[in-house]
């Protein structure tokens, strides 16, 4: 079994590259003992940290959803992260100066009507759910050149660094899984895909989510946002950049790069 101070080691590393902005080696490489299940403590362990130190949860991402994010990244199974109330950007702006090596993402965010905990399905999120919105969110990662395991990116809070979204949009009629999204960078289309990416559907990321966060003892709870995944490859971005995400039947987000 790893020492309890491996993990507060591997977790100070982590805060460390954030606060500095430089990306350190693999975690896994540097403790070559880490598992899966440790990888879990460590998140948690930051996750704490933060929220003593005067953040607030707003919701989660799940990750890896699909599988042009999982082939990009080497992996093979969603994971997730906590949406802190200092990775909402509220004016659109991207300051990139706050980054190390963010990467932009289309995604369909559900925002909670009602708490969700283990044993949920599609349904009962679809049901919970109160609105849905466009999305972008900013994927960063403190490990260098995203050279991820699935334990270096549970560890690091799912590579999560921050996320914009537009207006909110009632779900009913509206078929999460055929919403097409469509990248732009600076007017040239970059990439699209569908909601179907999502774990086959973004209700079925969120029931997902819900019943792993039960794994943890922990429950969805009404007002939460959740990123229910990538609809494509993610993306770099450059200082000036403006990118532009318009979902079919749920609108535009926007994201201006400074």
């Known amino acids: 079994m790893i020492e309890a101070q491996t993990l507060v080691e591997a977790a100070a590393l982590l805060r460390q590259a954030a606060a500095s902005r430089i990306p350190i080696e693999p975690l896994t ?3 070559p003992q880490l598992e899966v299940a440790d990888a879990w403590q460590i998140q948690s362990h930051n996750r704490e940290l933060a929220l003593s130190s005067g953040r607030t949860i707003l919701g989660y991402k799940v990750g890896l959803t699909s599988v042009a994010m999982q082939e990009q ?3 093979a199974e969603p994971d997730f992260g906590a949406l802190t109330d200092d990775m909402l950007i509220g004016d659109g702006v991207m300051r990139l100066d706050s980054f190390l090596q963010p990467r932009i993402e289309a995604e369909i965010a559900l925002v909670l009507g009602a708490d969700l905990g283990g044993g949920v399905t599609a349904a009962d999120v679809r049901a919970a759910t109160a609105f849905a919105q466009p999305s972008l969110e900013i994927i960063d990662s403190r490990i260098a050149d995203w050279q991820l395991s699935l334990i270096d990116t549970v560890a690091d809070n799912a590579s999560s660094g921050a996320y914009v979204v537009g207006e909110p949009v009632p779900i009913a009629g509206l078929d999460l899984q055929a919403v097409e999204a ?5 007017d040239v289309e970059r990439a699209r895909g ?5 774990l086959g559907d973004p ?3 969120a029931a ?3 019943n792993r966060l039960s794994d943890f003892g922990l429950v969805l709870r009404a007002g939460s946002v959740v990123m229910t995944g990538s609809l494509h490859a993610s993306m770099p971005v450059s200082r000036g950049d403006i990118v532009t995400a318009s979902f079919s039947g749920l609108g535009i987000t926007r994201l201006l790069v400074r």
């Open 203 to 205: 209700a079925e990321a």
């Open 29 to 31: 490489r540097r403790f």
């Open 182 to 186: 469509v990248v732009q960078i600076n």
């Open 208 to 210: 997902w989510l819900a």
């Open 194 to 198: 569908f909601g179907s990416a999502a």
């Open 73 to 75: 990244m080497g992996v």
